[in-house]
């Protein structure tokens, strides 16, 4: 069975910084492109930043040169730093990638349970 996992949430001050993690756990073959979206209250779920097996990666507007996503293969895990935090990134951040576990030997999409992210003074 294959888990993403969030952590690193929390309540963050406007201007500071916070830092995700994703970590996909169970029986892992490979992980693939792996993204961040968020929800806030009353809009729909968008994406924040993704990141390709090779490293790629592509953010949305709003958190250009702000946001940086990165990942460690080796670990399994993604990370998303999050700098000059602005109210209206509050949200539930959720993880979300293909993985190919090792009881299937199939690539299939999973999401994580998310994590809040909230910004205020």
């Known amino acids: 069975q294959v888990q993403l996992v969030e952590s690193g949430g929390g309540l963050g001050q406007p201007g500071g910084s916070l830092r995700l993690s994703c970590r996909a756990s169970g029986s892992i073959f490979r992980v693939y492109d792996v993204g961040w979206y968020r929800q806030a209250p009353g809009k729909q779920r968008e994406l924040v930043a993704t990141i390709t097996r090779d490293g790629n990666t592509n953010y949305a507007d709003s958190v250009k040169g702000r946001f940086t996503i990165s990942r460690d293969i080796a670990k399994g895990t993604v990370s998303l730093q999050m700098n000059s935090l602005k109210p209206e990134d509050t949200a539930v951040y959720y993880c979300?990638?293909?993985?190919?576990?090792?009881?299937?030997?199939?690539?299939?999409?999973?999401w994580g349970q998310g994590t809040q992210v909230t910004v205020s003074s």
């Open positions: 979300n990638g293909d993985v190919t576990s090792t009881l299937t030997m199939r690539r299939q999409n999973y």
